[in-house]
T-cell receptor
Framework: DAGVIQSPRHEVTEMGQEVTLRCKPI?????LFWYRQTMMRGLELLIY????????DSGMPEDRFSAKMPNASFSTLKIQPSEPRDSAVYFC????????????FGQGTRLTVV | GENVEQHPSTLSVQEGDSAVIKCTYS??????FPWYKQELGKGPQLIID?????GEKKDQRIAVTLNKTAKHFSLHITETQPEDSAVYFC?????????FGKGTRLHILP
């Protein structure tokens, strides 16, 4: 398996624009996580899915953020409208089960909002 | 919810010496404690983990200890090498979510 695949690797956008980040989890994994990494706040859990269903989105910072998982092999994180403070590295991770197992991370998407 | 504190935020050790990173957690229901290593430009990668029914686990130069009573767990790296330079994250999990500490940037000095 190629691992967790995220796209794009880098995204530069202007404030106010819509941004969509994409993730393909490892085949057969039931859980999917979206994290945001910044120097100040470290790795923050934004939302996670189990069997394509959102379980906990309490980490989503604002209504401008939304995430979907239409099927077991694809998830998106959307920011609309984007703001400069959204600049960060966004990671997607997948795991074979709901808890107590390794989470496999993608390479991340570095988002810069100017 | 779970809160994971990690110290120190930066650590410099001489090559060949040992490095210790410490974490505390708040939720007594947490029972899985993984450690991740993140190299520049990459996603975090699991290096070792420990479950609550075990007090210590070792894998070559890396060891983890867990004190459930005190809600402490630690990572020990012995005989450090240049390739150990990276950011290390501790995490705690017990109810689906994996909550991370803020990370320790480890520098191995020549």
């Amino acid at each position: 398996d190629a691992g967790v695949i995220q796209s794009p690797r880098h995204e530069v956008t202007e404030m106010g624009q819509e941004v969509t980040l994409r993730c393909k989890p490892i085949s057969g994994h039931n859980s999917l996580f979206w994290y945001r990494q910044t120097m100040m706040r470290g790795l923050e859990l934004l939302i996670y899915f189990n069997n394509n269903v959102p379980i906990d989105d309490s980490g989503m910072p604002e209504d401008r953020f939304s995430a979907k998982m239409p099927n077991a092999s694809f998830s998106t994180l959307k920011i609309q409208p984007s703001e400069p403070r959204d600049s960060a590295v966004y990671f997607c991770a997948s795991s074979p089960s709901r808890s107590e197992t390794e989470a496999f991370f993608g390479q991340g998407t570095r988002l810069t909002v100017v | 919810g779970e809160n994971v504190e990690q110290h120190p935020s930066t650590l410099s050790v001489q090559e060949g010496d040992s490095a210790v990173i410490k974490c505390t957690y708040s939720d007594s229901a947490s029972n899985y404690f993984p450690w991740y290593k993140q190299e520049l430009g990459k996603g975090p990668q699991l290096i070792i983990d420990i479950r609550s029914n075990v007090g210590e686990k070792k894998d070559q130069r890396i060891a983890v200890t867990l004190n459930k009573t005190a809600k402490h767990f630690s990572l020990h790296i012995t005989e450090t090498q240049p390739e150990d330079s990276a950011v290390y994250f501790c995490a705690a999990s017990g109810n689906d979510k994996i909550i991370f500490g803020k990370g320790t940037r480890l520098h191995i000095l020549p």
